[in-house]
């Protein structure tokens, strides 16, 4: 920088002298004028006259008061013009008192924008941290909701194993009362000697393995008039068991699993293979929709959903 103003300064310098120079040369330094010389004139008062003899003078004719002629024009010579020397940076007159100026704004406006620049990236990193922070809260929330999920559906599997475990139990527990009755129905009920009863003829115990000993009805299945039963621990049937309908000369034993909740209502009827002995799909539709009619005792203090069975017997009038 230093370079580059001294030589706008010798170039000033120069210029500056030249021109001083110039107007000295033009003006300053004029000759000064002189006294025209040539051929004296005979004396007259006019142009015009004749003769070798000069006249007497009669007037002496006004002298004039001599003048002194103007000074010869001086014609202006045009400058010359002074080719300043080219330089690669145009430079302004007024540019060495104004350069701290622009020097000092310029310094000023890219301090400006490196701080604008700072500032953006500040904040473009604080929204990209709130975005990790959110994604990784988002992260916590979801796995905590996939554990809870997975504990739920442990705690759904254990209480769905346990009442299949107290199922069986029951299902065992019931198969054993039913071998029970019919190896003491094979063995003997009754108190008479004879291996033989029924109308039907034939060598046998003519009835149902159910049913009762002491019973004369020796055709039907073996719960008496009734033709049909439920199994609901700690409920009441509310009236009586609803009837199936039965227009068709079709027999057998179909078992309804019903789902029952604290208001007593059959939220739920499916058809259980287990006890049946028959798979008649007018028989099964006519036995579900019996079951949904069904009505239990309420208990607020029960399970949410109670578990049993329904059995119907279609018999032929």
Do not use: C, W
């Not at 025209?36 to 002496?60: H, R, Y």
């Not at 039963?229 to 009441?236: A, C, H, T, Y």
């Amino acid at each position: 920088m230093e370079e580059k103003d001294k030589r706008y300064g010798i170039i000033g310098s120069v210029i500056f002298h030249a021109v001083i120079l110039l107007l000295l040369i033009f003006f300053g330094l004029q000759t000064l004028p002189q006294e025209e010389e040539g051929i004296l004139v005979n004396f007259g008062d006019t142009v015009l006259g004749q003769g070798e003899v000069e006249p007497k003078e009669s007037q002496a004719p006004p002298v004039e008061q001599q003048q002194t002629p103007p000074p010869p024009k001086v014609e202006k010579v045009p400058e010359p013009k002074v080719t300043e020397p080219e330089s690669k940076d145009e430079v302004a007159t007024q540019d060495f008192d104004d350069a701290p100026v622009v020097k000092s704004e310029a310094q000023k406006k890219k301090e400006k924008e490196e701080q604008e620049r700072l500032d953006k990236e500040r904040r473009e990193r604080e929204e990209q941290e709130r975005i990790e922070r959110e994604k990784e809260l988002e992260r916590q929330r979801i796995a905590a909701e996939e554990e809870a999920k997975r504990q739920k559906e442990l705690a759904e599997q254990r209480a769905r194993e346990e009442a299949e475990r107290k199922k069986r139990e029951e299902q065992e527990r019931q198969a054993a009362e039913a071998r029970n009755r019919v190896s003491g129905a094979f063995s003997g009920k009754g108190t008479g000697d004879s291996s033989s009863e029924g109308e039907t003829g034939g060598s046998g115990n003519q009835g149902y393995v159910t049913g009762d000993p002491n019973s004369k009805n020796r055709t039907g299945s073996g719960l008496g008039d009734s033709g049909s039963g439920f199994d609901l621990k700690g409920r009441s049937l509310i009236g009586s068991l609803p009837k199936p309908q039965h227009n068709s000369n079709k027999e057998g034993v179909v078992v309804i699993k019903i789902i029952v909740d604290r208001n007593g209502n059959v939220t739920s009827a499916e058809f259980q293979l287990k006890g049946s002995n028959t798979q008649d799909r007018e028989l099964v539709e006519n036995a579900k929709a019996a079951a949904r009619r069904a009505k239990f005792n309420a208990d607020k203090n029960a399970s949410a959903y109670a578990q049993g069975t329904i059995t119907y017997y279609f018999q032929l009038d």
